[in-house]
């Protein structure tokens, strides 16, 4: 009796990455869609710069000196602090979320969406506050940004990864 061997090729069952980097994708484009928002938020509601919440953001690195005027380094820290901190880390999620459940739908996508973008209010309420309390001895951020807003930004930010499945299909392409 002849026996089988099968021979290994090195070539395993091939890993389905693409949800986590659709996820990845999205939640930079959700990312930006939040920073719009509250930028419009701060110039027409709170009677500030359009770029003040990135600065505030930026004031992580610089401290009080990224707020009384114009500061092109906060702006800057800012917008890269949040696009790949939080904006990265939540798309990440979603991006698990999204393989793990086989999020197809723009409903499915919604709920998790709004789903990760309460969570991601983990940063305002736990994360932040430490981290500028660590770094300046006040909490700039909370001080600076209205508890409603932080809330409405984040829903904002939740329901923009509605576009996972639009960009899901333009990576397949």
């Not at 906060?74 to 990265?88: E, I, Y």
Request: with cysteine.
């Amino acid at each position: 009796m002849e026996a089988v061997v099968k021979q290994n090729t090195g070539a395993s069952a091939q890993v389905d990455n693409k949800p986590i980097l659709t996820g990845l994708i999205t939640g930079q484009v959700a990312g930006l869609i939040m920073a719009v928002v509250v930028m419009i938020v701060f110039a027409v509601f709170l009677g500030k710069s359009p770029l003040y919440p990135v600065q505030v953001i930026g004031s992580m690195v610089f401290g009080e000196s990224a707020l009384p005027n114009f500061h092109f380094g906060a702006l800057l820290a800012g917008l890269v602090l949040h696009q790949f901190g939080p904006s990265l880390l939540w798309g990440f999620l979603f991006g698990v979320l999204a393989k793990q459940y086989s999020i197809k739908s723009t409903a499915q996508a919604l709920v998790c969406g709004v789903a990760v973008g309460v969570v991601s209010m983990v940063g305002p309420y736990v994360l932040i506050p430490f981290l500028m309390n660590a770094l300046h001895g006040v909490d700039i951020w909370n001080r600076e940004v209205p508890m409603f807003w932080d809330w409405a930004a984040h829903i904002v930010f939740g329901a923009s990864f509605v576009l996972y499945p639009k960009i899901a299909e333009k990576l397949n392409h």
